[in-house]
């Protein structure tokens, strides 16, 4: 058995608080295992009681004279450690601790919770919560509802995890009103022991589980669920329904790729992982049991063609619209399914997609349209929308099309525009009936979402590329701005980091002092761009420390001492101007265009890359796009293509594109960087210049921090 197989796949279970009290959690739990017909042995434990719903108490889990796979721990919390070590006595290896009060309370709740991870970890059990609504495993095999909800589950291959308990009761209410049921419910508590990665990995091979929905309020590794998530997502669909929480304010960053993470919250970091990982988000409970209808009763779509078929003309337009909006294709039909529905339907009818039959078709007209657009190779998937006329009953026409989905391997989605009774007789009635919505725009989003999911799946992995890289050379000259008891780096160190990386830097010599200079700039073409560089001096622009298009020596030199003076007046007033001050000549770079590389790292989730336009005007475009490294070739490339001024890149009005490729491996360059170096808090690279040809590619400026020593 895996170790989890204890929790989910237990032989027996012991209830320990069981009670006879009505109204409590531990008479709802031993009651709900009885009421499933839960396949093995229950054991209630209560010192107070010999028989609780006819079943033989005993007074702990060691008196119990059977094994005991998984107990259930529902006893007060001051009891809940003692009752572990009864159950590290008697071998038991599954825990379900539903008692609340720990470290969702405070500093107290937070050691006991520490400690009863301890003892779990000691005894070699693996535990789900504390503080959990209880679990639920369908298979016929197992059949146990060890949850204190007032619902018990319809039977499906739905693996469903909750990070909140009464999110999770709700929702087994809704989806049995829906007809939707679960291989497994997981109310996973304060995740003391098994994590939402744990319960994803369980159910990778689980052959009684097709799609998994997850309801998360935090990440809790996600460096851990990003190669997890990404590896289940190619074969089993997850769609997380993620509350989104704001960064702003919390971090005090000094970078644009600080302020635009800031600004947007730190939701792009969770968007950016769950876009690399072909996992689904969605913003409402009501968005995730739309798409479970699509996914789970339905197999995917082969492309994005989609035929409709309607009686109605308004809610077709409506889908079509919306199937537009989402990247969806509403394609001509072939001329033989044209010729046929002609002969078909009369006259005022529009044969072209959508198919609109007129407002009174019988449930013949409508299986034997819906088959027509099925056979019809321009077509992937099928929509079929009624507003139910009068005369005809909508239950005869989805009975109709019914048929056609064990005929057709094409996903069929249903709108049904009627009221309530409707669906709620359509349970009793069918129950495992197709999909059907009571508007357009969710079957859509749902045939859209399926759609992309087909694409993820097709998709090639990617792989992530290392580089032959100087990582001790830059280990090395961090450590030397640290010894100096600094935290920024001066333009010629940030520039000499990102070359150890095999980052292209402008070319450029670094002076002492003013009268150095135009000696110094010897090697280089003119024209030239100075730089005045000191430690404390970070937005050089404002404080008058960049003058560019110098043509000549004799510029040169008078611009060296006129922004000597002028810097050092600027940084009289400040505090600390002990640093001397230095100069940076580099080759003015023109012609290229200008894009923005940056990484900014999230206490709880680790570095961040950015892509984007680039220059002067980047906080205020704010087109950029964020992944979480490492990166594929396969993100690399994405990045730069999602970026809205992508056609840019690829040359407008007949400019030659930049080379994408090259520019694709600079982000994978950079994101080797980012990961190997965690000492660096934040890098812009802006701009950094590209072209068409690769070998011109080059760092114009670069601002590099260091974290906080910890
Ligand atoms: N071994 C076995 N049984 C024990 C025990 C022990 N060490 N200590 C107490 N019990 C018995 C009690 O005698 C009682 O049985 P009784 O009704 O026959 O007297 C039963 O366990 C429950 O104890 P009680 O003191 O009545 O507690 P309670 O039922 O009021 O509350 C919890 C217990 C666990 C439900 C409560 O502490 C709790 O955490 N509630 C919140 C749970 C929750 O909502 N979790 C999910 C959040 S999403």
């Known amino acids: 058995m895996r170790s989890l197989d204890y929790i989910f796949k237990p032989r027996s279970i012991a209830v320990v608080g069981a009670s006879r009290r009505i109204g409590s959690i531990g008479r709802e739990i031993l009651h709900n295992l009885i009421a499933f017909d839960y396949h093995g042995k229950v054991f209630p434990v209560n010192p107070k009681a010999d ?17 005991v796979d998984l107990a259930i721990i529902v006893v007060p919390r001051d009891q809940v450690l003692g009752v572990v070590d009864d159950c590290g006595k008697k071998g038991v290896k599954g825990l379900l601790v539903i008692t609340s009060g720990f470290s969702e309370t405070g500093d107290e709740g937070r050691r006991i919770e520490q400690e009863l991870d301890e003892r779990v970890e000691r005894y070699g059990m693996r535990m789900i919560g504390p503080n959990s609504m209880g679990i639920m495993n369908t298979d016929l095999a197992v059949h146990m509802d060890g ?19 009464a999110l999770g009761i709700a929702i087994l209410n809704m989806a049995r009103r829906l007809d939707i049921g679960f291989s497994f419910f997981v109310s996973m508590g304060n995740k003391a022991n098994v994590s939402n990665n744990d319960l994803l990995e369980y159910w990778e091979d689980d052959l009684q589980t097709d799609l998994i929905l997850m309801y998360l309020e935090s990440f809790g590794n996600p460096r851990r669920f990003m190669p997890i ?5 190619k074969h089993k669909p997850i769609v997380v329904v993620k509350s989104g929480r704001t960064l702003a304010g919390a971090l005090a960053v000094s970078s ?6 800031s600004r947007q919250g730190m939701d792009i970091a969770i968007d950016a992982l769950l876009e690399q990982t072909g996992v689904i988000r969605v913003d409402t409970v009501q968005e995730l049991f739309d798409l479970t209808l699509g996914f789970s009763k339905n197999p995917l779509p082969r492309g994005d063609r989609v035929g409709i078929l309607t009686n109605a003309g308004g809610p077709a337009i409506l889908a ?20 046929e529905l002609r002969h078909l339907l009369p006259p005022e009818a529009a044969i072209h997609n959508p198919v609109d039959m007129t407002p009174i078709p019988d449930r013949s007209k409508y299986e034997a349209c819906a088959r027509l657009l099925l056979e019809d190779d321009e077509i992937d998937s099928l929509l079929v929308i009624s507003v139910p006329p009068i005369m005809v009953s909508a239950m005869d026409i989805i009975m109709g099309i019914e048929g056609l989905r064990r005929e057709f391997a094409k996903p069929i989605l249903a709108v049904v525009m009627a009221p309530e009774d409707f669906f709620d007789a359509l349970n009793d009635k069918f129950p495992g009936h197709m999909a059907i919505y009571h508007f357009p725009e969710p079957a859509v989003r749902t045939l859209a979402a399926m759609e992309r999911h087909r694409q993820w799946r097709d998709e090639p992995l990617g792989s992530v590329k290392m580089f032959q890289v100087q990582t001790r050379a830059a280990e090395v000259l961090l450590a030397e701005v640290r010894r100096e008891g600094r935290r920024q780096l001066t333009t010629p160190e940030a520039l000499h980091l990102l070359e150890c990386y095999g980052l292209p830097v402008a070319k450029s010599v670094a002076a002492a002092s003013a009268g150095e200079v135009v000696e110094r700039a010897k090697s280089l073409r003119y024209p030239v761009v100075l730089k005045a560089i000191a430690p404390d001096l970070v937005h050089k622009t404002e404080a008058g ?12 030199d008078a611009a060296a001492s006129r922004m000597g003076e002028s810097v050092s007046r600027a940084r009289s007033g ?36 950015m892509f984007g336009l680039g220059g002067v005007y980047v906080e205020t475009l704010r087109d950029v796009v964020f992944r979480v490294p490492p990166l594929t070739d396969l993100d690399a490339e994405e990045m730069i293509r999602q970026i809205r001024g992508y056609q840019l890149l690829e040359g407008v009005r007949g400019e030659a594109p930049i080379d994408l ?12 960087m980012v990961q190997e170096l965690p000492q660096v808090a934040e890098i812009d690279i802006n701009p950094f210049m590209v072209f068409p040809t690769a070998g011109e590619f080059c760092a114009v400026d670069a601002r590099v921090r260091l974290a906080e020593e910890s």
């Open 51 to 67: 028989f609780i719903l006819s079943i033989k108490a005993f007074p702990t889990v060691s008196s119990i004279p059977d094994r």
């Open 256 to 261: 644009h790729t600080g302020a635009l993470v």
């Open 229 to 233: 998530a990404r590896r289940i997502s």
């Open 574 to 609: 400040q505090a600390e101007t002990s640093a001397p001050l230095g100069f940076l000549v580099q080759e003015h770079v023109r012609g290229g265009r200008e894009v923005i590389i940056g990484m900014l790292q999230d206490p709880s989730f680790g570095p961040l890359v």
């Open 661 to 672: 490729k090259a520019l694709a491996e600079i982000l994978q360059r950079f994101s080797q």
């Open 147 to 165: 949850t204190f909800a007032p619902t018990l589950p319809l039977v499906g291959r739905i693996g469903f995890l909750s990070q909140s308990g």
């Open 320 to 339: 079509t619209d919306a199937a537009i909006h989402l990247g969806l294709k509403v394609p001509k039909l072939s001329e033989r399914t044209q010729a």
């Open 545 to 556: 420390a960049v003058l560019t298009d110098i043509r000549t020596p004799e510029e040169l």
